[in-house]
């Protein structure tokens, strides 16, 4: 009799000290929150969602479509760009230039499970809608895509022109 009660205090002791359980969520722990990195890109940088001065609305439908998929910006503006997924698939946005894009959209062809997580794309499930912040601190010509895998190929892109500056000539 006294080796199970042995037994229990011994298999209790982790709960009195404040152990947690492995097997509440199996072995995996929870990822801290992961922060925004604002990398300098060719396209732009990672905008702060108190400096928008402008937003744009996308709608991106299983047609393989974006609609706009025409935007003009200013240099220096801070677009809050709101995407959403009125289609019954997966989609999203990435922005870039064309070869990145053309680059990336070969990698998510051969590898589709494929992970990734950048300031400059959003994912969105089947009617909901997401949100990307971006700072185009560049004049230039870039595209936005969905890049899962077929979509860009179908033609599912847009086009994102930034003019410079006014009084800038470059």
Same mark, same amino acid.
């Given at each position: 009799m006294?080796?199970?009660?042995?037994?229990?205090?011994?298999?209790?002791?982790?709960?009195?000290?404040g152990?947690p359980?492995?097997?509440?969520?199996?072995?995996?722990?929870?990822?801290?929150?992961?922060?925004?990195?604002s990398e300098?890109?060719?396209?732009g940088?990672? #905008?702060?969602?108190?400096?928008?001065?402008r937003?744009?609305?996308?709608?991106?439908? @299983?047609?393989? !479509? +974006?609609?706009? @998929?025409?935007?003009?910006?200013?240099? #220096?503006d801070?677009?809050r760009?709101?995407?959403?997924?009125k289609g019954?698939?997966?989609?999203?946005?990435v922005?870039?230039?064309?070869?990145e894009?053309?680059?990336?959209?070969?990698?998510?062809?051969?590898?589709p @499970?494929?992970?990734?997580?950048?300031?400059y794309?959003?994912?969105v499930?089947?009617?909901?809608t997401?949100?990307?912040?971006w700072?185009?601190? !560049?004049?230039?010509?870039?595209? +936005?895509?969905?890049?899962?895998? #077929?979509?860009?190929?179908?033609?599912m892109? #847009?086009?994102?022109?930034?003019?410079?500056?006014?009084?800038?000539?470059?």
């Open positions: 006294k080796l199970p009660l042995l037994l229990i205090a011994l298999l209790a002791a982790p709960l009195m000290m152990a359980l492995a097997h509440a969520h199996g072995e995996k722990r929870h990822a801290p929150a992961k922060e925004t990195i300098q890109t060719a396209w940088i990672a #905008g702060k969602p108190a400096q928008v001065n937003t744009v609305t996308l709608d991106m439908t @299983d047609a393989m !479509r +974006f609609t706009p @998929d025409n935007i003009t910006v200013q240099e #220096g801070t677009v760009f709101v995407v959403r997924n019954r698939m997966l989609h999203e946005m922005i870039g230039t064309p070869d894009l053309a680059k990336h959209a070969a990698l998510m062809a051969k590898f @499970d494929m992970q990734h997580d950048e300031a794309m959003v994912h499930n089947p009617g909901k997401g949100e990307i912040v700072h185009f601190n !560049r004049a230039g010509s870039f595209e +936005f895509a969905c890049l899962i895998a #077929g979509h860009y190929e179908a033609g892109r #847009g086009t994102i022109t930034v003019t410079p500056k006014l009084g800038d000539a470059k």
